[in-house]
């Protein structure tokens, strides 16, 4: 059986699915491995390195698309080359069905099997698998450095002869992956950290990490049976609210991570909020892509508003590719190791496995 993958458009995206590590150990499962010519030497991985670990490279993208049994992508391939896979092939990736619906159905119609990556249950079987855990950790992390390099005073307090310099208040909006991440990356940097969430159990968490949990007035525990955080009442957004805009009154730096898969991000950091902050404070808004918590948030652009500087890429990870790749490519290969049967020889979708069935697009 073979596997394939092209890059993806390095103007949106510089990851790659497969690197050289993961590559033998593609090969030692007995599958082969097809790739193009220049897959990623624009993360200064060169294609000898590919070569050497067995994978065969082709000119043309068409080749290994339609030679390949399954088709390993960081995200849903372009219309064109969509045209161009056959039935009973494979695509596997971070597909997005909220938003490519249509593509995907289309995809079915033609008997080809599509497995979305983000859908993985929050199972312990499924967590050497889970892309949303190991990028947003990556992404969290980022954010973090890329607000405290645009934020314009030293972050821990520092004392000299001259006087002390305060540490730099950090509030961390959303503690999942990317959130607690966010709070430990500041934290070891010096800052003060508070964080908030509509899930109470992520306050032992944000604890843990030394960071201080903001704790809105009658919170109910707004949490999903996967994990994931739900949409909020309308009480509990308007006491949210009068919370955030007390305490943004002192705050240097926002790390905004909160998101509802599936839907729009929720709007959490109101204009009149940010007219309250500091002279100088910074957002950084890692749900832009999904409509920002910030209600200023413009995406790939740095808003001023008031004094304020309000940040949001497109996709961070561009920013992290190299790291962001290895841990993708390691994800993918357990979904595959579950998805390969050795003893056949083939791919097996048993849709009585749960991993199978809920990454399965139907």
Do not use: W
């Amino acid at each position: 059986m073979i596997i394939g993958s092209i890059p993806e458009d390095i103007n949106i995206d510089k990851r790659v699915a497969i690197t050289p590590e993961i590559l033998k150990k593609y090969k030692s499962l007995g599958l082969e491995v097809y790739l193009t010519k220049n897959y990623a030497t624009h993360l200064g991985i060169l294609d000898k390195e590919y070569e050497e670990e067995g994978a065969t490279l082709f000119e043309n993208e068409d080749d290994v698309l339609s030679k390949s049994d399954a088709i390993l992508q960081m995200s849903i391939l372009n219309d064109a080359n969509l045209k161009k896979l056959s039935s009973n092939q494979i695509l596997i990736g971070v597909l997005n069905p909220y938003v490519n619906e249509k593509k995907l159905k289309n995809l079915k119609e033609q008997n080809i099997n599509c497995f979305s990556l983000e859908l993985l249950p929050r199972i312990t079987r499924a967590q050497s698998m889970d892309i949303l855990s190991s990028q947003a950790n990556l992404a969290g992390y980022k954010a973090v450095v890329d607000s405290f390099a645009a934020f314009q005073k030293a972050i821990p307090m520092m004392m000299t002869a001259a006087g002390t310099i305060s540490a730099a208040k950090v509030l961390v909006v959303g503690a999942g992956v990317a959130g607690l991440q966010a709070i430990a990356t500041a934290k070891r940097m010096g800052a003060i950290v508070f964080a908030t969430d509509v899930r109470m159990a992520s306050k032992e968490q944000v604890e843990s990490l030394g960071g201080k949990f903001l704790i809105v007035d009658g919170a109910e525990n707004l949490e999903t049976e996967g994990g994931y955080a739900k949409e909020a009442s309308v009480e509990f957004k308007k006491k949210q609210e009068e919370l955030l805009k007390e305490t943004l009154k002192k705050i240097d730096i926002v790390i905004c991570t909160a998101l509802i898969p599936g839907k729009k991000a929720p709007l959490i950091i109101k204009k009149d909020m940010i007219d309250v902050m500091q002279n100088g404070s910074v957002i950084y808004d890692l749900a832009a892509i999904q409509g920002g918590n910030s209600e200023l948030t413009k995406v790939n652009e740095i808003i001023e508003s008031n004094g304020v500087r309000i940040m949001g890429d497109a996709n961070i990870l561009n920013k992290l590719p190299v790291s962001s790749s290895n841990l993708y490519a390691k994800n993918i290969f357990n979904f595959i190791s579950n998805l390969f049967s050795k003893e056949e020889k083939k791919f097996k979708i048993n849709l009585d496995d749960e991993i199978i069935e809920k990454t399965m697009v139907k």
